[in-house]
């Protein structure tokens, strides 16, 4: 392990991440540590970011879909499953 020059960001109860002399970036989250270097933390950035806009994309199709039954509640819904049955 390389000797720690300095503390780059923290999220208290999550994680951190922290630059060695030899320019190593150590990026902990939880008990999972990972070793990168910069270009490898910035291709980490791309693909969590990628990751993210696509969660929030399906969370807005989602809310823009029309729903089965349009003018009734859950209750009735449940009503019709129980007839099926």
Request: with cysteine; glycine share 8%.
């Amino acid at each position: 392990m390389c000797a720690e020059k300095g503390l780059l960001t923290l999220l208290e109860n999550f994680g951190h991440v922290a630059e060695c002399e030899c320019g190593t970036i150590h990026v902990s989250v939880g008990p999972v540590s990972v070793a990168l270097d910069s270009q490898a933390l910035r291709r980490l950035h791309g693909m969590l970011g990628s990751a993210i806009e696509r969660l929030d994309h399906k969370a807005e199709e989602l809310l823009r879909r029309e729903p089965l039954l349009t003018h009734s509640s859950h209750l009735a819904l449940r009503k019709v499953v129980k007839i099926k049955h």
